[in-house]
C-alpha cells in the first residue's frame, strides 16, 4: 500500500482512479476548489485529514476513514460506494451519505441534512447526529446507542433495527416496515404514521398523535408520555406501563392494554379495538376499567 502523507490537494480528481493507498495527515482545500479528488478509486485509507471540497469520494469501492474531518462545505461527501468503515470521523456536509451499501459507523459526528438517502446495510454505533430526512428510503439499518436531533427521520426504511437509542425527531418512522426499536427514548410529533410491521419494546414515547394509521404495530412494555390521540385507525397490540391522555378510534382486533387512560375516542364504525385498564392499577387509582 502507498503512503501520501502531509500534502495539500485543490485540484480536480487529484486522485483519481488510484487502488490500494493510505492517505495521512493531508488536506483537500485550496483556491483550485477541485471536485471529486478520490473518484472511481478502491481501497483506500484516510487517516487524521481534512475535507473541503466537494465529492470527494463517489463510486469507490472499499474505503476507511479515521479521525477526519468533513466540512459543511464538502457536500456529497460519500455517494454510490460501498464497503465503508468510517471512525471518528466529521462529517458536516449536506447529503453526506447517499446510495450507498455496506456502512459500518462509529464514533462518528454527523450534521447533514438529508443524511443516508438509499443506503443499503448500514451499522452505527456510538454516534450523534443532527439531520432532516435522515436515512430516507434505507434498509438493514442497525444502530446501537445513537443520538439523532432533526425532523422527518427513517421515512420509508425496511429490515432495520435500532438498540439502546435517543432520537429527538418530528414525523419519524413514517411508512417504515419491518422495525424494531427496544431499549430507546423517541420523542416527536407524529410518531410512525403508516407504518407496517413494527415493534417498540421497552420504550419511552414522548409526544402527540403517535402512531397512527399503522398494521402489525407492537409495543412491549412502553412508556407513552404526552401521548394524545394515539392509535387512531391503527392496528395494534399494546402494553403501556403508564397513562395516556386519549386514544382514538383503534382498529377492530386491536389490543391495548394500559394502566389509565384519559379519555377514549370512537366516533367512526371501525373503532372497536379493545382498550384494557389493568384492574389492580385501576382500583388503586379509583378508576373503572
Given at each position: 500500500m502507498r503512503t501520501i502523507q502531509n500534502q495539500t490537494f485543490d485540484a480536480e480528481r487529484a486522485l483519481y482512479g488510484s487502488s490500494d493507498i493510505l492517505v495521512k495527515d493531508c488536506s483537500f482545500d485550496g483556491p483550485a476548489d477541485g471536485e471529486s479528488a478520490f473518484k472511481e478509486c478502491q481501497n483506500v485509507q484516510v487517516e487524521h485529514s481534512f475535507f473541503n471540497l466537494r465529492y470527494p469520494f463517489w463510486h469507490d469501492h472499499g474505503l476507511t476513514s479515521r479521525d477526519s474531518e468533513m466540512?459543511?462545505?464538502?457536500?456529497a461527501a460519500l455517494w454510490y460506494s460501498d464497503h465503508i468503515t468510517l471512525?471518528?470521523?466529521k462529517l458536516h456536509g449536506i447529503k453526506a451519505l447517499r446510495e450507498c451499501a455496506?456502512?459500518?459507523?462509529?464514533?462518528?459526528?454527523?450534521?447533514?441534512?438529508?443524511?443516508?438517502?438509499s443506503v443499503h446495510h448500514i451499522e452505527m454505533e456510538d454516534c450523534d447526529a443532527e439531520s432532516e430526512y435522515f436515512m430516507m428510503r434505507s434498509y438493514g439499518l442497525h444502530f446501537t446507542n445513537v443520538?439523532?436531533?432533526?425532523?422527518?427521520?427513517f421515512q420509508y426504511i425496511e429490515d432495520s433495527v435500532f438498540d439502546n437509542c435517543t432520537f429527538d425527531t418530528k414525523d419519524a418512522f413514517w411508512h417504515a416496515k419491518n422495525v424494531i426499536v427496544r431499549n430507546s427514548v423517541v420523542k416527536g410529533e407524529y410518531l410512525a404514521w403508516y407504518c407496517e410491521n413494527v415493534t417498540f419494546e421497552n420504550c419511552r414515547i414522548i409526544g402527540t398523535q403517535p402512531l397512527c394509521y399503522c398494521r402489525?404495530?407492537?409495543?412491549?412494555?412502553?412508556?407513552?408520555?404526552?401521548?394524545?390521540?394515539?392509535f387512531e385507525r391503527s392496528e395494534v397490540e399494546a402494553d403501556i406501563t403508564t397513562p395516556v391522555i386519549s386514544i382514538k378510534n383503534p382498529l377492530p382486533d386491536s389490543r391495548i392494554i394500559v394502566p389509565s387512560v384519559g379519555e377514549i375516542i370512537r366516533d367512526i364504525e371501525e373503532g372497536t379495538?379493545?382498550?384494557?385498564?389493568r384492574k389492580q392499577e385501576a382500583e388503586n387509582a379509583g378508576v373503572c376499567a
Open positions: 466540512t459543511e462545505l464538502c457536500r471512525e471518528c470521523t455496506d456502512v459500518k459507523m462509529t464514533g462518528c459526528d454527523v450534521i447533514s441534512p438529508e443524511f443516508g438517502w443520538r439523532m436531533k432533526g425532523k422527518y427521520s402489525g404495530l407492537k409495543l412491549i412494555n412502553c412508556e407513552m408520555i404526552d401521548c394524545d390521540l394515539a379495538g379493545t382498550v384494557e385498564v
